[in-house]
């Protein structure tokens, strides 16, 4: 299981937002495109995944609250 954001760059237009949110700070800008810079210590919060108005990002974990 991938514990960390997936980026497609293609979909980026670089805004930086995801970068602002991320707490973890798993996010970085590199060459005007957010790119994960970390493969651990995601808290799983999905703010970047919300605040990406173009799709970009997408968190491939369930947050599952009993």
Do not use: H
């Given at each position: 299981m991938i514990d960390v954001p997936e980026i497609q760059l293609?979909?980026?237009d670089g805004c930086g937002l995801?970068?602002?949110v991320c707490s973890?700070?798993?996010i970085m800008m590199r060459e005007s495109?957010?790119?994960?810079?970390k493969t651990e210590g995601?808290?799983?919060?999905t703010l970047c995944e919300a605040v990406c108005a173009?799709?970009?990002i997408r968190c491939p974990f369930e947050i599952i609250i009993e």
């Open positions: 293609e979909k980026c995801c970068v602002d973890s700070q798993l495109v957010a790119v994960v810079i995601c808290n799983w919060c173009t799709g970009a």
